[in-house]
């Protein structure tokens, strides 16, 4: 009995001996120093207080009260760089003279990137901006792709058919890797397709060469309207995949006369000006 009482008395001791070991005596003193003023106690637990602190507030929480990782930025529409046209990419711009893509009536940018074809288009419209495929220089059975502005201010691509004076969305879409902006009353896009496909009715091969419709307009709720101007430009010869040129085609407001024909009609005209009527 008397063993079992001294065991009862010294095992405080024991435990308090244990918790006041030489090894801890600096975590005891961390929490106060010599005179008493607050040290470094618990500092693991203030660390993780801060980087908790740090995590909610860049964090939100859903309904069910766990952080989820915040959206990420969302990367910005990169500029078309008209300094590669003719070198790594073809171009073809329509409007002023000396205009660029974000100066020009109309601008369409291509280049092989693999086995797909990216495409580059920008217009000054806050509707719709595209490019046919034609293997007549005629609107009327031809491929289209075309990027259209929506209410909800996004730029969406779109596959089209010309049936005659009039474009057919088809379900069918070859377009990825889409890009898309409306800024400054322009309506900018960028998307791949790819270079082969299975040759059908409303899409084309692009490793063929084909001559290229340019047209864009209005849009009424993401839906595309007439275009712009009654007759759309096209390019003057079969447009090839495989070779980058850089092309310009002076709009309406900018052409001159310089046919041989047209230069002598002036000339003519000049001089029965001058000299008069007999």
């Not at 990027?147 to 009039?166: L, S």
Request: a negative charge; proline letters at 6%; hydrophobic letters at 35%.
């Amino acid at each position: 009995m008397f063993l079992l009482q001294l065991a009862l008395l010294l095992e405080p001791t024991v435990w308090l001996a244990a918790v006041a070991s030489p090894t801890d005596d600096n975590a005891l003193r961390g929490g106060h120093g010599e005179h008493g003023e607050p040290g470094h106690k618990d500092h693991h637990k203030d660390s993780y207080s801060t980087f908790a602190s740090e995590f909610l507030e860049s964090r939100y929480l859903s309904d069910e009260g766990y952080p989820f990782p915040t959206a990420p930025p969302v990367d910005p529409f990169a500029r078309i760089k008209v300094s590669d046209c003719g070198i790594t990419k073809g171009c073809i711009r329509y409007g002023k003279p000396g205009c660029d893509a974000e100066t020009c009536d109309y601008f369409l940018s291509y280049r092989r990137i693999g086995t797909d074809v990216e495409f580059e288009m920008s217009a000054d419209t806050d509707g719709w901006v595209a490019v046919g495929f034609s293997s007549d220089k005629k609107m009327g059975g031809d491929d289209v792709m075309g990027c259209v502005h929506d209410d909800n201010g996004r730029v969406r691509i779109h596959h089209f058919y010309n049936v005659g004076q009039w474009a057919k969305e088809i379900k069918r879409n070859p377009a990825r890797d889409e890009e898309g902006i409306f800024e400054n009353n322009r309506v900018t896009c960028r998307f791949k397709r790819p270079l082969h496909v299975p040759r059908e009715e409303t899409l084309v091969d692009l490793h063929l060469s084909w001559y290229y419709l340019f047209a864009w307009g209005p849009a009424i709720q993401g839906s595309i309207t007439r275009h712009d101007i009654d007759t759309p430009p096209v390019s003057d010869h079969m447009i090839s995949i495989y070779k980058y040129e850089d092309i310009f085609m002076p709009a309406a407001a900018y052409q001159t006369f310089s046919s041989p024909f047209c230069l002598l009609l002036i000339v003519a005209l000049t001089f029965y000006l001058l000299m008069g009527t007999p």
